[in-house]
């Protein structure tokens, strides 16, 4: 829709289209414009190892206000759940999609993971399911999308008692697999007494003195997840078994592989370790049903079923599914003698004991391709103000939602926020994003002109091409493939999992052009990460993205700035850094101090005497006046402190000096390293921003300016 609320003089933008409000992003305009030029030549006083950018956006979308809990259970593509906190880019997660009359559950891809502080809101639901969110975020009801609390200002739709959610919720009941002794026995008991072959026989001895006695134990599977599990667990009980490959594939039949011992000790510990229990507690209950379930359940059209022909195995199924509240119904016997024990409750009931039993055959369970119906009671019963902030978590999906403790949660990459939109000095623009819609098009065209030498272009030194935004625009596809077309190198420097969207097509634009990466990651603390970057992918996702770039063939250089004085730059905060880095497949780390521009020295210091009133007078002492750059001093011991620990890592760059000329990034990185610690910039309220041409002499400045931004 059009915002009536766009700032004034935003029409007299040269190319507006439109000001654009969406509800998936809340609190920001994106001014959508028709720009004539897609390649910016840097000025030839700049010290930057470029001379040519192209930026899609002007303002940045990076910060998220829709959100939810940590603990949130959220739904797999194999069938198990994970809490969001764990859930990573690069996994894959139950969403849905439409399909005719029907929504339907469906893989999604998660592209991006990140951590912020709001509000929070518990909804509670009839069958005791719990939420908890920020005010912004939105669950799909029977009447459509519906966010957790109204608009502060203008209207929305948003809950009340009564709505009814979609999904199947999980009745209050909170997944915590305990693996201990008595979960193993029990899934040991089901597993090996429902599918394993043990032997124990007398035979004569061939010369006629006495008798010997000969074990077998055997247990053969199709399915590698059940069988290591077994293997592990007998392994932790002192039980070693061998594996071998048991049958070959068949046109209908998959390889089967078996776990196996001949040695008597190990056969006489597994029949004690199956022998049943006089009094079966709640774990090795717990264990027996995922046990038998993998040996012998079935889940077919939204039945789930546990078939066998032994009256004790199935009697300790019933008494164990009883012992944790299902409800089921023993089938009528078959001709045979077999039996099965059916589960009621429909797709609440299959979903909770999935969660409880945590079977390792998950395929079994999988939801992929029903239709998004249940029974269960999911009406909203209330929707309480916790009356604090917490930390809360979201993820981006391909689908647009995933599946939040039960129901079905929008994919939530609004972002209201926040730097370096440098329109008007005098305006605040945190929220206003400039999107050029028709980069790629115009890229294309310049880049086709006889006068392009093919100079190496370089993305992300005013503002993040991986931005949230991105997810919404999907600018960079068009302008990666107008520049490989070309044959034009380039290089991408961002702090935005989104990349790994793109991976596949920049891995094939990297066979006919050089194509270089970078990652920005200034703090490895979550907490305080949390507060001075809320709504940006926290460390560890970043680092899953370097991680994806590296198994892509890149060789990745990460930008570790700003260093912040006394709170990011002791020995110990820098080698955890450099550590992970190196475990994440980096091969190079840039680093520099915090700049403290002038406008921004009163935000960054306000909020220091709010969150660290202890190092006021310290950082007046390091930034006195109007002192934008941390001393020299300061600056040479960092280099003292970070060079060595560099070396140490093999994150100098030494194996890297060849490549230099591969890319900007490259070559910004090695002239950086060529000087003392440089420092990145930071501008009103704290955003950073590009240095200005009278400061960016030095190569250090180079280095800052082209880092992504902190604040």
């Not at 704290?686 to 902190?710: D, I, K, N, Q, V």
Request: hydrophobic share 40%; proline share 5%; charged share 25%.
């Amino acid at each position: 829709m059009a915002d009536a609320a766009a700032l004034p003089g935003m029409e007299q933008l040269n190319g507006l289209v439109r000001s654009v409000t969406t509800p998936e992003f809340a609190g920001v305009t994106f001014h959508e414009v028709l720009c004539k030029s897609a390649l910016n030549h840097v000025p030839s006083a700049s010290a930057m190892p470029f001379d040519w950018t192209v930026n899609p956006y002007r303002g940045c979308s990076h910060a998220c206000v829709y959100c939810v809990h940590p603990d949130t259970r959220v739904l797999m593509a194999d069938g198990r759940s994970k809490r969001i906190a764990d859930v990573r880019a690069g996994d894959e997660v139950v969403g849905t999609r439409r399909d005719g009359s029907y929504r339907r559950y469906v893989r999604a891809t998660v592209s991006a993971q990140w951590s912020t502080r709001k509000r929070a809101y518990r909804v509670t639901l009839a069958d005791g399911t719990e939420l908890i969110a920020s005010a912004d975020h939105r669950f799909l009801t029977e009447r459509g999308w519906k966010y957790v609390r109204p608009a502060e200002s203008g209207q929305r739709p948003y809950l009340t008692t009564n709505n009814k959610l979609l999904g199947f919720g999980t009745g209050g009941f909170a997944s915590t697999l305990v693996e201990s002794d008595d979960y193993r026995r029990g899934y040991l008991v089901g597993m090996i007494r429902g599918d394993a072959s043990m032997l124990r026989r007398e035979y004569p001895r061939s010369k006629g003195d006495g008798t010997y006695v000969a074990y077998r134990f055997r247990l053969a599977l199709a399915d590698s997840g059940a069988l290591e599990r077994s293997q592990d667990f007998l392994e932790r009980f002192g039980v070693s078994t061998n594996r071998r490959r048991f049958t070959a594939a068949t046109d209908r039949r998959r390889e089967m592989n078996a776990i196996f011992t001949s040695r008597g000790a190990d056969c006489e510990s597994i029949t004690a370790l199956v022998e049943w229990p006089s009094l079966p507690s709640s774990e090795w209950s717990r264990g027996f049903l995922a046990g038998i379930f993998d040996a012998e359940g079935s889940c077919s059209r939204g039945i789930l079923r546990i078939t066998y022909g032994d009256e004790t195995m199935l009697a300790t199924t019933a008494a164990a599914l009883t012992a944790h509240g299902f409800r089921y119904v023993r089938e009528p016997a078959r001709p045979n003698g077999v039996s099965s024990i059916r589960l009621l409750g429909g797709l609440p009931a299959r979903r909770r004991f999935s969660d409880l039993t945590q079977p390792a055959i998950s395929r079994k369970l999988s939801l992929i391709g029903d239709a998004v119906k249940s029974d269960a009671p999911l009406r909203v019963i209330s929707i309480e103000d916790l009356g604090e902030t917490i930390d809360m978590v979201d993820i981006t999906t391909s689908t647009g939602d995933f599946i939040a403790n039960g129901v079905v949660s929008h994919n939530c990459f609004a972002r209201g926020t926040h730097e370096y939109l440098e329109l008007d000095a005098g305006r605040d623009f945190d929220t206003q994003v400039v999107v050029k819609v028709n980069v790629a098009e115009v890229l294309g065209k310049e880049l086709r002109r006889g006068s392009w030498q093919h100079e190496p272009v370089m993305l992300g030194t005013n503002t993040d091409p991986y931005q949230r935004a991105e997810g919404r625009y999907k600018l960079m596809p068009g302008i990666v493939s107008a520049l490989t077309e070309s044959g034009t190198p380039f290089s991408i420097l961002t702090k935005g999992t989104l990349l790994r969207r793109d991976l596949p097509l920049l891995t094939a634009a990297a066979q006919d052009v050089h194509v270089s990466i970078a990652m920005s990651i200034a703090v490895f603390d979550d907490e305080l990460q949390h507060l001075i970057e809320p709504g940006t992918p926290n460390a560890t996702a970043r680092l899953e993205t370097v991680r994806a770039a590296t198994e892509a063939g890149f060789r990745v250089t990460v930008f570790l700035m700003p260093i912040i004085p006394h709170l990011t730059d002791s020995i110990a905060a820098i080698d955890h850094a450099l550590t992970r880095i190196r475990a994440a497949g980096a091969v190079r780390v840039v680093y520099g101090a915090l700049h403290l521009r002038p406008g921004a020295k009163q935000w960054f210091l306000q909020w220091l005497a709010e969150r660290h009133p202890e190092l006021v007078s310290s950082y007046r002492g390091l930034y006195p006046g109007a002192t934008a750059t941390a001393p020299k001093a300061y600056r040479s011991w960092l280099a003292k402190r970070v060079r060595p620990l560099l070396r140490v890592h093999g994150l100098d760059g030494r194996a890297e000096d060849e490549n230099v000329r591969g890319g900007p990034v490259a070559g910004l990185a090695a002239r950086a390293d060529a000087r003392a610690a440089p420092s990145i910039i930071v501008t009103s309220r704290g955003r950073a921003a590009t240095a200005s041409r009278a400061t960016a002499r030095g190569a250090g400045s180079a280095a800052a300016e082209a880092s992504t931004r902190l604040f």
